[in-house]
């Protein structure tokens, strides 16, 4: 199915942000509130025991194309946005027109989508976009505690000898080499994300987004849901964003910057990161959220 062939739209929210931002706990707060995000969700995991609320379809379907384009499914090493070809980009849109059959009001959230907004824009011109923002040093730490569990795991289940070397003598050694090689390869994916996000940003109109955080939700979940219902029209029971919030969950910032040696590549993420809160504080205050 082409773009030009898609049914009417119905009500279409996009949650969108970098992997690790608080996306799936905004997804899961919004899915509490009677959105629907998907018929089948990915099931939890260690770094999401509540659940991810990604869309099986959707991450399915982005994960084949970054394969096709000799990307790591994980989308973490992309060093651009994706321009699907037009038979991707129909597999897309069938997908899309599908779901708007079925249901009056719907949306997802799945990390990748930041890499084909472009495409998504085009496929879906009056969608809303829920962009969820973390910084950068938050975001990049998460990854590096999630991505070296599986070692630290692996070591632990050793026998009694082998478990203490790996706490006293080697772990140290191999969380710092850890840290070396992918810190620098995050920050740079946090890049590519947070600049498609910002992009989108710029070139849609103002209406149809609105940049949030999950630390902001703490306090601001009903003025959320009031924008939500009010200016974008959703039809949602109001749930508060504490009742399913759980602090415990939330990783803790790390210092990883001495393991990146480009100081350009952290100015271009203090510069995102300060168009990001710019962009936050104004559309609260645009909306009277604060």
């Not at 976009?129 to 990854?143: A, E, N, P, T």
């Not at 992009?199 to 902001?216: A, G, T």
Request: glycine share 4%; charged share 25%; with cysteine.
């Amino acid at each position: 199915m082409s773009v030009k062939e898609l049914p009417e739209l119905n009500k279409v929210l996009i949650i969108t942000g970098m992997h690790r931002s608080g996306t799936s706990l905004v997804t899961q707060w919004l899915h509490t509130c009677g959105l629907h995000v998907g018929e089948e969700l990915l099931s939890g995991s260690v770094s999401n025991q509540d659940g991810h609320f990604e869309d099986m379809e959707f991450l399915k379907m982005h994960e084949d194309i970054l394969r096709d384009e000799g990307v790591l499914p994980s989308g973490l090493h992309a060093d651009k946005s994706i321009l699907p070809t037009e038979y991707q980009k129909s597999r897309m849109a069938s997908v899309v027109a599908v779901k708007n059959r079925l249901y009056k009001q719907w949306g997802w959230k799945e990390p990748r989508t930041c890499l084909f907004l472009k495409s998504y824009k085009e496929i879906l011109p009056s969608a809303n976009y829920l962009i969820v923002f973390r910084d950068y040093q938050s975001v990049v730490g998460s990854l590096l505690k999630r991505e070296f569990m599986p070692i630290d795991q692996k070591f632990l289940a050793r026998d009694w000898f082998s478990r203490k070397a790996w706490i006293h003598y080697r772990r140290k050694r191999k969380i710092a080499k850890h840290y070396q090689e992918y810190a620098p390869k995050y920050l740079k994916a946090w890049i590519v994300y947070n600049q498609a996000i910002l992009d989108l940003i710029i070139n849609i109109p103002k209406n149809q987004s609105l940049v949030i955080s999950y630390e902001l939700l703490k306090n601001k979940s009903a003025e959320v849901f009031d924008f939500l219902t009010t200016k974008w029209d959703f039809e949602l029971e109001y749930n508060g964003f504490l009742t399913i919030y759980k602090e415990s969950l939330i990783s803790n910032r790390i210092n990883f910057i001495n393991y990146v040696d480009d100081s350009a590549l952290i100015m271009e993420a203090n510069k995102l990161n300060d168009s990001f809160v710019h962009y936050l504080e104004q559309d609260f205050k645009k909306d009277n959220l604060l």
